[in-house]
């Protein structure tokens, strides 16, 4: 099970709960769990989401969207059913916080859920984890079995006439591409996980073509402790624009990786340097990729930025699902940038063109000249590549590819081109193939 | 009582697949998890797996053979008892993922996606499994082991060796 590590600058919400038993029903309700959601059926929709757009939450999965406004987009009236559909499909690289809620306080979702639907007027929600996460489905399924005996979920939940509220939990199978909403409907309706062409948005045509509200796992998780402590309160633990506070995931070289709530804003210098214990071994800094695998990189220079959504932009990069990976010296950019990209195009799903066919010229390029086969015009080809699947796909898996090659590019051309010239640093972590060689079993 | 007659699954695998079947707004969105359900089982989804998949769901063999092939952890063959899955992505690379898979590959004498002669144990070398800030971390099935070295890594495999290991499905 993984370790909880925590700081005293961190601001707890979220993971108020976190490594107290919460598992258990009764300690949840004992820890003013399922206070919410009663508060919300006797409020009703509208102060839901007046309390949701107050708070300023921005969706946590990486597009940071406001959330009261998402719900605010779903019709109140539909001639089908609307749905919830929790998106814990969390396979950015980088980036392990929905794994800590669903381990810790799995109740928080199911209550999010319970009141998101609330707002939509839906009566039908959808807890989907990865594949991966097959051990925290049955956490959370024993929540939903226990949130059910206790009578918060099915037929008149909390004992209220005509208020029904159901959740079905289950698992993916394994594509990364099934996090982005319209391939993790597509999944969900039991096909191959690829995109939808947008528009219609899931908020108008979504699930079953039902108006549906997708929100990040964390986003859910947030929403019963914005209404009880009230929008404003926790609005004003972030900064202008970036509402309350949010869980970072620091992995990588540093002393104390871990899984932190801190505040929308906190500076990155010190996430790094005071949080997550500084630089591992004492070794200097050399790169950061800040939230996840698909932002772009900023060098050791450039750490001094406040960790929202609109500092990061600001910054040339993004806030992302808040996975910040931190690389010491001794990493090759060269070595970093191949084992990203082999990610993205194991992962596209080859639906469309430009990410099909870019991640892999992208990946061979690479692959070759990380084996000491590049020349002059690679590196460019390279960038020229990235550039165009830049928007030119249907969903966002192709800049998410892009994204960070460019980034690599611009940040470390002078690397690359050392590398050209035979520069290796001192301990690689990927075994080089000659070049003309079978690739390794194993490299995918 | 199951609503297929010679199920080729267990009683309750067949129950779980007939509750999974009904509690869907359409039948079709339980297939993901029953071929999951099907693979823990039989330890792959078999030909008479996809057929009764599909006769459960009104679907075409071809339509659960489509979806069977796009995702990673499905698979159409048989592995060891216990399959190792070493995360090789940035954050377990940075802290010596590669260095354990290749750890892996030699006390194994397997490679990437073989199984060692007595069938105990599959190696994988997978993308991210979300265990980021505990890394270099591996899955055995669906367990966890995270913060690992080789000799962590010798230490877990012998626990499965001798029985001792975690094994939730």
């Not at chain 1, 809620?101 to 999010?112: K, R």
């Not at chain 1, 159901?166 to 909403?181: F, L, S």
């Not at chain 1, 898996?397 to 690599?408: E, I, K, Q, R, S």
Request: aromatic share 8%; net charge negative; charged share 25%.
């Amino acid at each position: 099970m993984p370790t909880l590590v925590s700081h005293p600058d961190e601001v707890k919400v979220v993971s108020r709960r976190f490594g107290m038993g919460a598992t258990d029903i009764d300690k949840y309700v004992e820890l003013d769990g399922y206070k919410a959601v009663q508060m919300a059926i006797e409020q009703g929709p509208e102060w839901i989401i007046n309390t949701m757009k107050a708070s300023g939450l921005r969706g946590r999965g990486g597009a940071g969207f406001p959330t009261g406004m998402k719900w605010s987009f779903v019709p109140k009236v539909s001639e089908k059913p609307k749905y919830v559909l929790v998106n814990g499909d969390e396979s950015e690289p980088g980036t392990c916080k929905d794994h800590v809620i669903f381990l810790h306080d799995p109740h928080a979702v199911i209550e999010g859920t319970m009141i998101a639907g609330l707002a939509i007027g839906a009566k039908l929600g959808f807890i989907y984890l990865r594949g991966e996460y097959r051990y925290l489905l049955k956490i959370v399924e024993k929540a939903v079995a226990d949130a059910y005996a206790k009578g918060y979920l099915g037929k008149n939940i909390f004992g209220k006439e005509g208020v029904d509220f159901d959740i079905i939990t289950q698992t993916g199978a394994g594509a990364y591409e099934v996090g982005e909403e319209s391939a993790l409907m597509e999944s969900l309706e039991g096909k191959r996980g690829v995109p939808r062409i947008k528009p219609p948005f899931p908020a108008v045509v979504g699930l079953y073509g039902g108006p549906t509200v997708i929100n990040n796992a964390e986003t859910i998780a947030n929403a019963p402790h914005i209404l009880l402590m009230g929008g404003e309160s926790y609005a004003k633990l972030g900064t202008e624009r970036n509402g309350g506070t949010r869980l970072f995931g620091i992995s990588g070289h540093v002393e104390r990786p871990g899984v932190y709530e801190l505040p929308m804003g906190y500076s990155m210098r010190k996430a790094i340097y005071e949080v997550a214990g500084g630089i591992k071994d004492g070794k200097k800094l050399k790169a950061v990729v800040p939230g996840g695998s698909s932002c772009p990189v900023l060098r050791a220079d450039e750490i001094d930025v406040g960790l929202d959504f609109d500092q990061m932009a600001k910054a040339g990069t993004m806030l992302g699902s808040g996975g910040i990976v931190v690389l010491d010296e001794s990493v090759s950019i060269v070595e970093f940038a191949l084992r990203t990209i082999r990610f993205y195009q194991h992962e596209s799903c080859g639906w469309c063109i430009p990410c099909r066919e870019g991640t892999d010229w992208i990946k061979k390029t690479l692959t070759r000249f990380h084996a000491g086969g590049g020349n002059k015009k690679d590196i460019d080809n390279i960038q020229y590549l990235a550039e165009n699947m830049m928007g030119r796909t249907f969903c966002p898996l192709g800049d998410a590819a892009a994204m960070p090659t460019l980034g690599f590019i611009k940040k470390f051309r002078s690397e690359f081109e050392e590398y050209l010239e035979g520069k290796r640093v001192e301990h690689p972590l990927i075994q080089i193939q000659p070049v003309g060689e079978p690739e390794l079993a194993g490299a995918h | 009582m199951s609503s297929i007659a010679n199920s080729i699954f267990t009683p309750e695998t067949a129950a779980r697949f007939d509750k999974l079947a009904s509690i869907y707004p359409v039948k079709r969105s339980a297939l993901v998890p029953m071929l999951l359900y099907a693979q823990d089982e039989i330890g792959y989804v078999s030909n008479a797996a996809v057929a009764e998949i599909a006769e459960r769901l009104d679907l075409l063999e071809l339509d659960v053979r489509n979806v069977l092939s796009y995702y990673s952890m499905l698979r159409t063959a048989p592995v060891g008892k216990y399959n190792v899955q070493v995360c090789t992505n940035i954050s377990c690379m940075l802290r010596g993922g590669f260095e354990l898979l290749d750890h892996c590959k030699k006390t194994l004498h397997i490679g990437h996606k073989e199984t060692t002669a007595d069938g105990l144990f599959s190696l994988e070398e997978v993308e991210c499994i979300g265990a980021c800030c505990w890394a270099p971390a591996v899955q055995v099935n669906y367990d966890f082991h995270e913060d690992l070295t080789p000799a962590k890594m010798d230490a877990v495999l012998e626990d499965y060796r001798a029985g001792r290991g975690k094994d939730v499905k």
